[in-house]
């Protein structure tokens, strides 16, 4: 818990983790957009979830699969595998300020739905990834800071029981009440604003990009006819 370390790791996706859109780090309020293009942040990751299974499902049809849930068998599932997320090397790499690298094909259906809705795949993947850390980059950043220091270093010593190491994985119950007691907590807080404001202004080029492309993005999802056949497999959650 709470300490944060400099590591590299490969990410590699599920069929149903790929296709989500990740919505967790607020870029901007809502604006009206193009006719079909709601103004609410909820609705508009709605739409860009939808049309990305649209199209990924369209795309797998096209070769005979579908992203249903049945069970395949092992020589069945990799050419879904193949098929869904490309094959061979990762041409996609961003690696973070955090240390993690994070990796991506630019073949296979999930990458060709993301090049109809967003364009410059390469553009995308990084602009994805930066902004979906930027809360992870600024925590990393608050590592410097000697009050996080010191209360790390009195959080370890709580959550450590007496004559023995400390836990790897400790105590939930006691790991919070240690947070609260050591004054971990409270310099989190305080930190956690500023670091966020300054990441946000390191990776303005980033987000600038961001918004560019998901903006079209949004445009080019509420303009995708409707479908002429139903939907296989499940909606992605």
Known sequence: MLR??????????????????SACTAVGPGASGPPGVPSDPAAQDALLKAAEHRLVADCLDGQGLSLSSRPRAPDE??????????????ELSVTLATGATVTAHEDGCLASARHRLYGDQRRWFRAQVVVDNLRAEAQARMGADPDHRAALARWTRCVTPPDRPRPARPD??????????????????????AELTTVRTLRRGELATYRQLRDRALRRAAELPAPTHPQKGPTPS
Do not use: K, N, Q, W
């Open 4 to 21: 944060t370390t400099s590591r590299t790791r490969h990410v590699l996706l599920t069929a149903a983790a790929a296709l989500l859109i």
């Open 77 to 90: 599932d990799r050419a879904f595998r193949a098929a869904l997320f490309g094959t061979g090397p990762r």
């Open 172 to 193: 939930p119950a006691a790991a919070t009440r240690c947070a609260r007691e050591s004054g971990l907590d409270e310099v989190r807080a305080r930190l956690e604003d």
